[in-house]
């Protein structure tokens, strides 16, 4: 049983560039959630996801930034006009319900030249 | 800030030791749960205790929760250097968000 994938595993971007992070989940998981994570720090959430909806977004700047998850393929959390300050970790991780340990991928480190 | 505290930031032991690892928060939780995350790596959920559990083992890991002092505790005994990691304590909120703190940086030498 694979675990949560995430592509690409890096992603170089210049500033004002868009920036697409993949997320497919853990088989039979329903749930995806996407964090952030900046050098040294722990992870900030960022949204979480139900099959085509949004549950959760409060962590996600409401500028630039947006996330889906289709009912076929893997969960988006895409970056538009991408700053320098975007540079960090996104890591995505799934549970099969609410209240369920969350099981993460290997996340994407995003840079931004 | 829902955040808590981790202690100690940074610890440093022996092979063969226990290494204790402590955790507080503010506000009200569903459950508790730690984490490993492993240098460039994504997160490794270790275990999971709810707000109505006062202890839970697992292998070699203890963790205990104390809802009236809002805290919890990580035990791992006899470290191997495989340990070497940061861990995270993480506590569940609405919309079961987890809330992270910066961690705990566990060195153990072999």
């Known amino acids: 049983n694979a675990g949560v994938m995430q592509n690409p595993r890096h992603l170089v971007r210049r500033r004002g560039q868009e920036a697409r992070l993949r997320c497919s989940p853990m088989?039979?998981?329903?749930?995806v959630y996407w964090y952030r994570q900046l050098p040294e720090e722990g992870l900030k959430f960022m949204v979480y996801?139900?099959?085509?909806?949004?549950?959760?977004e409060s962590g996600m700047p409401k500028e630039r930034f947006s996330a889906e998850f289709p009912k076929e393929g893997p969960s988006i959390l895409r970056i538009q006009q991408v700053v320098r300050g975007d540079s960090a970790a996104y890591f995505c991780?799934?549970?099969?319900?609410?209240?369920?340990?969350?099981?993460f991928g290997d996340g994407t480190r995003l840079s931004i030249l | 800030s829902q955040q808590g505290e981790e202690d100690p930031q940074a610890l440093s032991i022996q092979e063969g030791e226990n290494a204790t690892m402590n955790c507080s928060y503010k506000?009200?939780?569903?459950?508790l749960q730690w984490y490993r995350q492993n240098s460039g790596r994504g997160l490794v959920h270790l275990i999971l205790?709810?707000?109505?559990?006062r202890e839970k083992h697992s292998g070699r890991l203890r963790v205990t929760l104390d809802t009236s002092k809002k805290s919890s505790s990580l035990l791992i005994t006899a470290s191997r250097a495989a340990d070497t990691a940061s861990y995270f304590c993480?506590?569940?909120?609405?919309?079961?968000?987890?809330?992270f703190g910066k961690g705990i940086t566990l060195s153990v030498r072999p």
């Open positions: 991780a799934s549970s099969p319900g609410e209240d369920q340990p969350q099981h």
């Open positions: 088989k039979g998981h329903s749930h």
């Open positions: 996801l139900q099959k085509e909806n949004i549950i959760d």
């Open positions: 506000t009200s939780i569903n459950n």
């Open positions: 205790i709810r707000s109505n559990e």
């Open positions: 993480v506590h569940t909120g609405a919309n079961s968000k987890l809330t």
